[in-house]
């Protein structure tokens, strides 16, 4: 089955072809940053109108890449939510559109879903089941993976996402949108021990994460200090270990809980390098092994989506032609393949 990917849900149009057979037989990412830039973040009503100009020549140049008119598809996937709006009903505008122009079923994915599952388009995926720890601009959650669509949540932030955290400080910073990478490539720059940040809800049971305090932290430190290129790397590095350091207390305590031998770590700030080290470090000393996406996956991406389709499609799931979009969708509502 040749399966059309469509992601739109926030600040990057992403296309892929993913074949059942084959596997990935081409994508394409256009990044919307150099658009939102100015404003320090994503503005909604601009992404929108992006993603009508971007997703169709996305999609001409994927097809011609993978060497495939679109009517020898076998079926469209397009994220359906959660994300803004506007631009998820891009996407599902243009992928139900297509569908129809086609005569091929098309499948509305869960953009979670998509990252949750985003380390199967490696050479070595993981089996079921496995602890996921996903980590992105909107999400930090640890969840019980037992096979498609079977997920239990075992903890969520209770206010900021870990990358909302990233975005926030760096805006602090100075550094600019996205911040994760920004403060990934600061930090390197940083001296360790001048500035210490909390590791916040490590210090009572419990797997949910909170990464509002952080940024408060951050913001008291910063306080009648002057903001130089040194005091800036200084804090985005001893911000990054916090965090990161607080995601790896939280994925020891879920795997003590789980006992299962398999970590998946997905989601936009699993790019990050000392998050991909200490996690590394932990599964040597428990003896587990732990899975991430090609760091091109861990953000947006159309094969993510492209490769969700594909299984639910061919577990004859459908998403009929009378399409909305789901801006709040709760990843444990998925129906069980
Ligand atoms: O998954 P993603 O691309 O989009 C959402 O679904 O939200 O994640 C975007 C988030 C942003 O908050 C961004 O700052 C963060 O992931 N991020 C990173 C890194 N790359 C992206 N955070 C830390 N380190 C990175 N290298
Ligand atoms: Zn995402």
């Given at each position: 089955m040749r399966v059309l990917g469509i992601e739109t849900s926030c600040d990057d149009t992403g296309v892929a072809v993913y074949d059942t057979e084959r596997g990935l037989l081409a994508h394409r990412l256009y990044s919307q940053v150099a658009l939102h830039l100015d404003y320090g973040g994503v503005v909604p009503e601009l992404a929108s109108r992006d993603h009508i100009r971007k997703l169709l020549p996305l999609v001409r140049a994927v097809l011609t890449e993978a060497g495939l008119p679109g009517d020898e598809l076998d079926g469209i996937a397009y994220t359906a939510g959660p994300g803004l709006a506007g631009a998820l009903l891009v996407g599902a505008a243009v992928g139900q559109s297509l569908a129809t122009a086609w005569n091929i079923p098309a499948v509305g994915v869960h953009h979670m879903e998509g990252h949750l599952l985003?380390?199967?388009?490696?050479?070595?995926p993981p089996a079921f089941p496995f602890t996921a720890l996903l980590v992105s601009g909107g999400h930090t959650l640890l969840a019980n993976i037992e096979g498609i669509g079977r997920y239990t949540l075992l903890g969520e932030s209770v206010d900021d996402a870990v990358g909302e955290a990233f975005d926030k400080v760096a805006k602090l910073l100075g550094l600019g949108y996205p911040g994760g990478p920004a403060i990934e490539q600061a930090a390197l720059k940083g001296v360790h021990g001048r500035f210490h940040f909390p590791r916040p809800m490590t210090d009572r049971p419990g797997l949910d994460f909170s990464f509002s305090g952080l940024k408060t932290a951050v913001v008291v430190a910063l306080k009648e200090r002057a903001l130089n290129s040194q005091t800036v790397a200084d804090v985005a590095l001893a911000f990054e270990e916090a965090a990161v350091e607080t995601l790896a207390i939280k994925c020891q305590r879920a795997l003590d809980a789980t006992q299962h031998e398999r970590l998946v770590v997905a989601g936009g700030v699993s790019a990050n390098k000392k998050l991909r080290t200490r996690l590394a470090h932990l599964a040597d000393r428990e003896k587990i092994k732990v899975y991430f996406p090609r760091p091109e996956f861990a953000t947006d991406n159309g094969a993510m989506i492209a490769y969700v389709g594909s299984l639910r499609l061919q577990a004859g799931q459908r998403e009929a032609a009378a399409f909305g979009a789901r801006p709040r969708w709760r990843i444990e509502e998925l129906p069980a393949v």
């Open positions: 985003s380390p199967m388009l490696e050479p070595d």
